[in-house]
């Protein structure tokens, strides 16, 4: 098993960035698949961004194409979701999460594919 804590939250102004931070301990996180999902209160919690084992393709909605970038290091167990040009519509608690199961590219987008996942970490915009 892998346990995950998300770090880098914070309270920030509209157009402001903020990179969270996803360590792993446990098990080699280069075994693992890893995503990153987002609820707001009173909403469904919804996938943000994952990224493959290897770090070699990642994928993201369609509401952070193009701001957000999902990243790797495996050598320091850590996941990184670099968020730029941030809305008060990215307000939300931001959770890592974590699977060793096969991996297709459309599986990345659904919570029930994960097995692992952190405590969250408050991301709060301001207009």
């Known amino acids: 098993q892998v346990q995950l804590v998300e770090s880098g939250g914070g309270l920030v102004q509209d157009g402001a960035s903020l990179r969270l931070s996803c360590v792993a301990s446990?098990?080699?996180?280069?075994?693992?698949?890893v995503g990153w999902f987002r609820q707001a209160p009173g909403k469904e919690r919804d996938f943000v961004a994952g990224?493959?084992?290897?770090?070699?393709?990642?994928y993201y909605a369609d509401s952070v194409k193009g701001r957000f970038t999902i990243s790797r290091d495996n050598a320091k167990k850590m996941v990184y979701l670099q968020m730029n040009s941030l809305k008060p519509d990215d307000t939300a608690v931001y959770y890592c999460?974590?699977?060793?199961?096969?991996?297709?590219?459309?599986?990345?987008?659904?919570?029930?594919?994960?097995?692992?996942w952190g405590q969250g970490t408050q991301v709060t915009v301001s207009s």
């Open positions: 999460a974590a699977t060793r199961t096969y991996s297709t590219a459309s599986s990345y987008y659904t919570s029930s594919h994960y097995d692992y």
């Open positions: 446990g098990r080699t996180l280069s075994d693992y698949a």
């Open positions: 990224i493959t084992s290897s770090g070699r393709s990642s």
